[in-house]
């Protein structure tokens, strides 16, 4: 089975802190993904990465960052964390291919104060 | 363009009777479809999908649905709900764009079971 581990299930932390946000799969999946959840929302894509170095914005990139030095490991980070982040957090990956679907990390929920 | 509707954001069942949750798409090109379910402070985790084979798809927990092109439609049925069904429920629609996927998701049906 894969796993996509995120490294924290819960983080609490100030407003204009620095955050990174870790994820990491084992099943040599060349695309990964961060993705936010909130209520009513659904799930709305931040950054995704489908090659080592390689990342592409997705539909709500500002305020963050991501980068992807090893094939396994895409980390998210919060350049100067606001309230307005405060959310859950969910990172994936899938193979390259066509129509392969993503597999979930169990998410970090993140309380920005 | 491409998009994906969950017409109903709460369903509400009785333990041992049918579930139905709704799943409308836009799309310009042969989508392929997925249903996931995310249970409480989990992530995500794939019922099942379609990809242009067989119209109807079963999936794992005794989920299956059907993919209806004339009704843009893929809806999801079980039929007998069991208490651990309770959980959110996201349709997807993805299709291959500039060499990406291209992924959109439902905005979740929260499952409610009553014993």
């Known amino acids: 089975d894969v796993k996509v581990t995120q490294s924290s299930r819960y983080l609490v932390k100030r407003t204009g802190e620095k955050v990174f946000l870790e994820c990491v799969q084992d099943?040599?999946?060349?695309?990964m993904f961060w993705y936010r959840q909130d209520p009513g929302l659904g799930l709305r894509l931040i950054y995704f990465?489908?090659?080592?170095?390689?990342?592409e914005k997705g539909d709500i990139p500002e305020g963050y960052s991501v980068s992807r030095e090893k094939k396994e490991r895409f980390s998210l980070i919060l350049e100067s964390a606001s309230t307005n982040q405060t959310s859950m957090y969910l990172c994936?990956?899938?193979?390259?291919?066509?129509?392969?679907?993503?597999?979930f990390g169990d998410g970090t929920r993140l309380s920005i104060l | 363009a491409q998009s994906v509707t969950q017409l109903d954001s709460h369903v509400s069942v009785s333990e041992g009777t049918p579930v139905l949750l709704r799943c409308n798409y836009s799309s310009s090109y042969s989508p392929s479809l997925f249903w996931y379910v995310q249970h409480p402070n989990k992530g995500l985790q794939l019922l099942l999908k379609y990809t242009s084979a067989a119209t109807l798809v079963k999936g794992i927990n005794g989920f299956e649905a059907e993919f209806k092109k004339s009704e843009t439609s893929f809806h999801l049925t079980k039929p007998s709900a069991h208490m651990s069904d309770a959980a959110e429920y996201f349709c997807?629609?993805?299709?291959?764009?500039?060499?990406?996927?291209?992924?959109?998701f439902g905005t979740g049906t929260k499952l409610q079971v009553i014993p």
């Open positions: 994936a990956s899938r193979p390259g291919g066509n129509v392969q679907p993503q597999h």
């Open positions: 099943m040599d999946h060349e695309n």
């Open positions: 990465s489908y090659d080592v170095k390689m990342k």
């Open positions: 997807v629609v993805t299709r291959n764009s500039g060499g990406y996927q291209k992924v959109t």
